[in-house]
């Protein structure tokens, strides 16, 4: 996870859905370890537009669970959201953490998707369960470091 470590900007997209209309986002994330580098703490923060008047903002905590062989992580935002997830580890280029999502009264699956394109750009995808039994992408950005 060392590579998550900086500072990003981010540039993408959240695509309309019963959250809001789609609009263009940017961001800044930043990305240290903390207690005693047991968890890597990563802080996500949209800027407030004309089109995006309430801003995401999200903090996240990953860690390693050894009893499971994992990675997890634990999530709060600033809509009132909370999220656990976890993750088998890195395939590739590719970071994937899945589990539930809870929002207000609803729960849902969530899943993260991390690619790396080196070592100073990562693409982010959020998606939720779609009607076919695939995924539905929520929002997408590309950030650098």
């Known amino acids: 996870l060392s590579g998550f470590v900086g500072t990003w900007k981010c540039s993408g997209k959240t695509f309309a859905s019963e959250m ?4 263009m986002t ?6 240290k370890w903390i207690l005693n580098a047991k968890w890597l703490e990563m802080r996500y923060t949209e800027e ?6 309430n801003p995401f903002a999200v903090v996240g ?7 499971q062989k994992k ?3 634990g999530s709060v ?5 909370y999220a656990v997830t976890q993750s088998s580890g890195w395939n590739g280029d590719e970071l994937v953490f899945e589990g539930p999502s809870h929002m207000g009264s609803m729960t849902m699956n969530g899943r993260d998707t991390f690619t790396k394109n080196g070592d100073n750009q990562i ?3 959020f998606s939720v369960p779609d009607n076919a039994g695939g995924w539905k992408k929520f929002d997408e950005e590309t950030c650098k470091k």
Do not use: C, F, I, Q
Request: aromatic share 8%; net charge negative.
């Open 71 to 73: 990675l997890v992580a």
């Open 61 to 67: 905590y990953w860690g390693w669970d050894e009893g």
């Open 77 to 81: 935002d600033n809509m009132g959201g």
């Open 26 to 31: 940017t961001a800044t994330v930043t990305g």
């Open 123 to 125: 693409t982010h995808s």
């Open 20 to 23: 809001g209309p789609e609009h």
């Open 48 to 53: 407030k537009t004309s089109r995006n008047p």
